[in-house]
C-alpha cells in the first residue's frame, strides 16, 4: 500500500496501529503464565493482552496518541476476568468492562472512517490464553482451564499502543490511568 506525495514518488503507508489494554501487575501476570502455559512457544511473540483495535491507520499516530492521552486521565476502569470459551484453535477468557467499552467506543467513533473490518465489527473483549492448536489440544485445554480458572475482579492499569510489525508488536507507548481510591 502507498500514499502519494507531493514530489511524485510513492511512499509506504506507516504500519497499522494495536491499541490494547493492560491490567494491574497482579492480574496482567496471571494473565502472562496462563498465556505462557498454553500458547505454542514457537508462535508466543507477545504477552497477554486485550486488543481494542487490530489496525488503526499509521499516518494519525498523533491523534491516536493524543486521544488515548486524554481516555486515560480519568480513574482505572475495572474488569472482570470470566469464564475460559473455545474460541477458535484456542481458548480465550470472556471480560466484561462497561468503562473500557465505553473508552473503546469513544476511539471508534473518532476513527470510524478508517477502522479495518475486523475492528469495526462488535467488540468481544477477550484474552487469548490458547490459540493455533489442534482441536482436539484446545478442547482437553478448555476442559482443565473450566476445572481450574477462577473468575475474579481487577482492573485495567494502562492503554498501550504498538506499531504492526507484521510479526512481534513495537511498543509505541503506554497510557496509565490515575489510581484508584
Known amino acids: 500500500m502507498h500514499l502519494g506525495s507531493r514530489s511524485g514518488y510513492l511512499a509506504p503507508v506507516p504500519d497499522p496501529l494495536i491499541v490494547s ?14 498465556r505462557r502455559r498454553w500458547f505454542p512457544a514457537d508462535r ?3 504477552g497477554a493482552h486485550i486488543t481494542l483495535f487490530h489496525a488503526l491507520p499509521g499516518e494519525r499516530l498523533d491523534e491516536v496518541r493524543t486521544q488515548l492521552a486524554r481516555l486515560t486521565r480519568g480513574d482505572r476502569p ?3 476476568v470470566g469464564e475460559p470459551f473455545k474460541l477458535g484453535r ?31 465489527r462488535r467488540w468481544r473483549p477477550h484474552v487469548t490464553i490458547q490459540n493455533k492448536v489442534t482441536p482436539e ?22 492503554l498501550a499502543l504498538w506499531h504492526y510489525r507484521g510479526g512481534p508488536w513495537e511498543a509505541a507507548g503506554d497510557y496509565a490511568f490515575d489510581r484508584s481510591g
Open 137 to 158: 489440544e484446545a478442547r482437553r485445554t478448555l476442559e482443565t482451564v473450566r476445572e481450574t480458572h477462577v473468575p475474579y475482579d481487577t482492573e485495567v492499569e494502562a
Open 78 to 80: 475495572a474488569i472482570h
Open 44 to 46: 508466543l511473540h507477545v
Open 90 to 120: 484456542g481458548v480465550g477468557l470472556r471480560l466484561q468492562s462497561s468503562e473500557l467499552e465505553g473508552i473503546r467506543g469513544a476511539i471508534a467513533k473518532r476513527f470510524e472512517d478508517d477502522l479495518s473490518d475486523q475492528d469495526a
Open 21 to 34: 489494554a493492560v491490567l494491574v501487575p497482579d492480574a496482567q501476570a496471571d494473565l502472562d503464565a496462563q
